[in-house]
């Protein structure tokens, strides 16, 4: 039989302070050595640097293990060596304003042609003004109104000498004008001018007549003429501000020398500008707005010239790394907003704001998953992007059709990012399985380590993290003998006495906490003693749940036996996981057999408290069972199993094994010792397997017998290949040193037997038989009993039957 009792040396893995390469953290500088992760950082190195299409990551691991900090550590290194990417632009659209356009400018020239613009812009609302109150200038536009003037004063002093000769006055009247007749250098009174004769006045009405279509002439003439005085005056009024504002823009033009499209928008400026003169002139034509709109002020007009810089790289090297901790649809994409003027939503290319796509764009950006999956939209939208290597801004509303409005559409902007994935397992591969985009975006995973092995080499390395911390969060010192209890830890959270885990988050927060308790000692290093202050305050913050429970069954509510033997009734342990904290609790688990067929009933299963697990593992222990035992002979016993005070659902097979020891117990009559409990799940070889939560079942049940008063033969059964996961507490430890309390390792359902039901399990002999004392004897010969109890009630009822068929055909005769 392979089965051992531990001594204190296979409970608990020490780690030896001398091992540690110093005497105190203060002693060695912080390092950004990686530990424990290079299949991950060789993943985001190779994903990070491939230049090929669609070679985005996804970093999978649980939380805590430090993805985040090593995922920006690495792109931070990685980006400082690529050049600094492009700043990115709107401008206005002269030809189609609701169209604004895009202009890449060299990093940090986008700020820089901002403020120039501005400075222009503020520059011309001064000077312009000023340029059309020159005296050449108003000279020269009263030329142009006295010359249109002289022509119309010319045609009606034409029209009136024409007039004069046929004695007929031109009279001007508030009407328009008119003729009458006139003699003797007066005008005919109409009285007068009805006396005339006939032939007189005949004459007079056709040279009026004759005069009127002249005069109609000239008044049909004098709108073209005004036409032509006022194209004058535009002429006359553009070639100014050309003249003006030229110097401005010929100044821009030889700094931006360099930058065709920059060139083009100038030009764009320039002419946008000689085609608005009248703006910045305030003439009547245009300033003649209808009610109830506003014509808009001569600033909110000069915005069209603006330049909105979108992102600028200025001051800054290398390539951006950005994080989004909201990545919202908009916050992804970006956004236009809008200001509200008399009752409705304006917006123009200057209230474009940017995404963590354009703010990211030429380097890489950092998601949560879980994050942008809770998002409307936002994993589409982003999606989207990354196929088309283009950001194009709409609002969500426009996104999924709800509105029909008119709204910018401004021009889309390449997309040359890398985009970091963050994430836990599950979601890798359900996104894998259910999103056919994934794999073909996301080619490369990098999985993150949750423990490293612990040998000599580890213990340097993992020294050295654990002062990096204490540096990098400016915490006490930390000891050596301090370092060595933390790297004990460690390997407890990690659940292997072999292991060192890699949770930073875990490790951080317990060096602070230690940190913490030291300096309220009045300490200037954290020693060992902190440590432990550390570990039991936060177990203290968190075990109240254990304390009822354990009252619970130190006062008896809960039933639970430390001592002397009993049928049928064996002590299991379970682990209950609350938050952060984990405690081991016995639990009673009962038995009961009897003459029948209908084998080994789960009662948990039956009531639908039992987990698929743990029904698996009562049918695996039930054929293991028979297959050892009724191999050629049918099962004709019924037994039933159960876990005892237990109102809610049980899952897991580790109660296995000890559900089979309660069967033996219940079938042979052999009682189980109390003082023992039993974890362990149970294979159809008859095999103990390894189970969870091996520390925390142990120390469990050592609690209740503690407070009860150890007897010196209490102890736990466990799986062997569990040895390797044992990081006992200090004073379960002490009770094994003191022989007080033990540890049982076994590999076989035979090595546990042999434990609790105080007999040998027993070997078969040449033919098969077991010793009639032995365990297994004691199976084969319930088994007997029972089959031979079930045959004779059969019989006995076969015969019964027989009998009452020969008196009811005695009675027919």
Not at 112 to 139: G, R, W
Not at 753 to 764: D, K, M
Request: charged share 25%; proline share 5%.
């Amino acid at each position: 039989m392979a089965r051992q009792v531990l001594d204190v040396s296979k409970v608990y893995h020490r780690c030896d302070p001398q091992q540690i390469p110093f005497e105190t953290t203060a002693a060695v500088s912080a390092s950004a050595q990686i530990i424990g992760q290079q299949r991950a950082t060789e993943a985001i190195q190779f994903g990070a640097t491939i230049e090929d299409e669609h070679f985005h990551l996804y970093v999978l691991g649980p939380s805590g293990v430090g993805k985040h900090s090593v995922v920006r550590q690495m792109l931070d290194s990685i980006a400082q060596r690529r050049p600094a990417p492009y700043d990115w632009c709107y401008i206005n659209n002269f030809e189609d304003p609701q169209k604004p356009r895009v202009l890449q400018l060299p990093a940090g020239q986008g700020k820089a042609l901002q403020q120039d613009m501005e400075q222009l812009v503020e520059e011309l609302q001064k000077t312009i003004p000023l340029a059309f109150e020159q005296e050449e200038y108003q000279s020269r536009l009263a030329e142009i109104e006295s010359h249109f003037q002289k022509l119309q004063q010319e045609a009606f002093e034409e029209l009136q000498q024409e007039a004069k000769q046929y004695n007929i006055a031109v009279i001007r009247t508030p009407a328009g004008f008119s003729f009458a007749p006139v003699r003797n250098g007066e005008v005919v009174p109409p009285e007068v001018f009805r006396l005339l004769p006939e032939s007189e006045r005949q004459e007079y009405e056709q040279r009026v007549e004759e005069l009127q279509k002249k005069l109609q002439a000239i008044i049909r003439q004098m709108p073209r003429w005004r036409r032509e005085m006022l194209q004058q005056i535009r002429e006359l009024d553009r070639e100014v501000m050309r003249f003006t504002i030229e110097p401005f823009f010929e100044e821009l033009r030889k700094k931006y020398a360099h930058l065709e499209a920059v060139q083009q928008f100038l030009s764009q400026v320039q002419e946008d500008i000689v085609r608005n003169t009248e703006v910045f002139r305030g003439s009547a034509e245009e300033s003649e707005v209808p009610v109830p709109f506003v014509k808009p002020s001569l600033s909110a007009f000069m915005q069209r010239y603006q330049v909105n810089v979108l992102v600028t790289q200025d001051g800054q090297s290398g390539a951006p790394v950005v994080y989004e901790d909201h990545p919202t649809y908009t916050n992804l994409l970006g956004r236009i907003e809008h200001y509200a003027q008399f009752g409705t939503l304006m917006t123009n290319f200057t209230l474009i704001r940017p995404g963590s796509l354009h703010r990211a764009n030429g380097g890489f950006l950092i998601l949560d998953i879980h994050k942008v999956l809770r998002e409307p939209l936002a994993w589409e939208g982003l999606k989207r992007a990354l196929f088309s290597r283009q950001i194009r801004i709409q609002s969500l509303e426009q996104a999924i059709g709800l509105i029909a409005t008119i709204s910018l559409e401004p021009e889309p902007i390449p997309l040359d990012v890398k985009v970091v994935l963050i994430g836990d397992r599950l979601l890798f591969f359900l996104l894998s399985e259910l999103d056919p985009d994934f794999p073909i975006l996301f080619k490369v995973a990098a999985d993150f380590e949750e423990w490293i092995e612990w040998n000599e080499d580890a213990i340097p390395q993992y020294a050295g993290l654990i002062a990096t911390i204490a540096q990098q969060k400016q915490l006490l010192p930390f000891h050596r003998e301090a370092v060595a209890r933390i790297i004990e830890e460690g390997a407890r959270y990690a659940a292997h006495a072999h292991r060192l885990t890699l949770y930073i988050g875990w490790l951080t927060k317990l060096m602070q906490e230690a940190a913490y308790w030291a300096r309220q000692a009045g300490k200037t290093v954290v020693e060992r003693s902190d440590v432990d202050t550390a570990l039991a305050k936060s177990i203290y913050r968190l075990d109240r749940v254990r304390r009822v429970v354990q009252a619970e069954i130190l006062n008896n509510t809960l039933l639970i036996d430390t001592t002397g033997a009993k049928v049928g009734q064996i002590n299991g342990l379970a682990v209950l996981q609350l938050g952060e904290f984990a405690f081991g609790k016995p639990s009673r688990i009962t038995a009961t057999a009897r003459v029948g067929q209908s084998g080994v009933v789960d009662i948990e299963r039956e009531v639908k408290l039992g987990g698929t697990i743990h029904s698996k593992g009562v049918m695996i222990l039930a054929n293991y069972f028979t297959n050892r035992y009724s191999r050629f002979t049918p099962v004709v016993f019924s037994a039933s199993l159960a876990f005892e005070q237990s109102y809610g659902p049980v899952e897991g097979d580790s109660a296995s094994l000890a559900e089979l020891c309660a069967l033996i117990s219940a079938l042979t009559q052999l009682p189980i010792r109390q003082d023992i409990a039993v974890t362990g799940s149970v294979n159809q070889l008859g095999e103990v397997q390894p189970i969870g939560g091996v520390n925390e079942k142990i120390e469990g049940f050592f609690d209740i017998c503690k407070a009860r008063g150890l007897t010196g033969t209490q102890g736990v059964i466990i799986p062997a290949a569990n040895v390797q996961h044992l990081m006992l507490r200090q004073d379960v430890q002490e009770a094994i040193a003191q022989k007080q309390f033990f540890v049982y390792a076994v590999e076989m359902v035979d090595d546990a037997l042999e434990i609790l039901l105080q007999r040998p399990a027993g070997e078969p002999d040449e033919q098969g038989h077991y010793p009639p004392d032995s365990i297994n004897g004691k199976i084969v010969a319930a088994l007997q009993e029972f089959a031979d109890k079930y045959k004779s009630f059969n019989a006995g009822k076969a015969q019964g039957h027989s009998e009452q068929g020969q008196q009811q055909d005695t009675s027919e005769q």
